[in-house]
């Protein structure tokens, strides 16, 4: 299974660009980088998705290296309600199935 | 609205029970998954329906057991064989299981059993 590896936390300023980190360094050439988010105690919040090229949408980029052994998701200008538990997700099986891991907390500070 | 809806948010039970967590979705969408959140940890897939009358166990199915009957709902029992049923769980449809599809989330079910 292709695994993905994330730093445990991080800490960004109010109004700055959040970078958030993702490995996946055994992905395969079909499987897609997804990103969620997941606030204490919901469900959790799709963002983003992409397979080679670089992402934008509303709410955030998707950065994937050339290689697609790793990408980076940006919030451009980061909000307190941008405090969350992140995931990046690559690994998808034969029922679409994800495979999450234990994600980055995020804390947005004021 | 459209979206996918789970009920009770809390739900509690007495140890030795089965108990039936609710997910209903009028999104249309064929594929719908089950996970369990625990503390502190990412999602585990406990089954997956990929279009009615069909299901597949994921990761964790022991002590779990699930039926596809209508497109829009896929309920998931809890039995007494669970051993640590105490946990978050969460719902999740697609529009099919394509792999280039995102999964839709519901607003969970926090069981705990007592």
């Known amino acids: 299974d292709a695994k993905t590896t994330q730093p445990p936390s991080m800490d960004c300023a109010e109004g700055r660009a959040a970078n958030l980190p993702c490995n996946h360094s055994t992905i395969s050439g079909n499987e897609y980088v997804y990103w969620y988010r997941q606030i204490h105690s919901q469900g959790p919040q799709y963002i983003i998705h992409g397979l080679k090229n670089n992402e934008t949408n509303e709410m955030a980029s998707l950065i994937i290296t050339e290689d697609r052994k790793s990408s980076t998701l940006i919030l451009p200008h980061a909000t307190l309600r941008d405090t969350a538990v992140y995931y990046c997700?690559?690994?998808?099986?034969?029922?679409?199935?994800?495979?999450f891991g234990t994600g980055t907390s995020l804390t947005v500070i004021p | 609205d459209g979206g996918i809806t789970q009920s009770p948010k809390y739900l509690f039970r007495k140890e030795g029970q089965n108990v039936t967590l609710s997910c209903e979705q009028n999104?249309?969408?064929?594929?719908m998954y089950w996970y369990r959140q625990d503390p502190g940890q990412g999602l585990r897939l406990i089954y997956y329906s990929q279009i009615v009358n069909d299901f597949q166990k994921g990761d964790i199915a022991e002590g779990y057991s699930v039926s596809r009957e209508k497109k829009e709902s896929f309920p998931l029992t809890v039995t007494s064989a669970q051993k640590n049923p105490t946990a978050f769980y969460l719902c999740?449809?697609?529009?099919?299981?394509?792999?280039?599809?995102?999964?839709?989330f519901g607003p969970g079910t926090r069981l705990t059993v007592l």
């Open positions: 999740a449809s697609s529009p099919d299981s394509s792999s280039y599809n995102e999964q839709f």
């Open positions: 997700i690559v690994r998808v099986g034969a029922g679409n199935q994800f495979y």
């Open positions: 999104l249309n969408h064929d594929a």
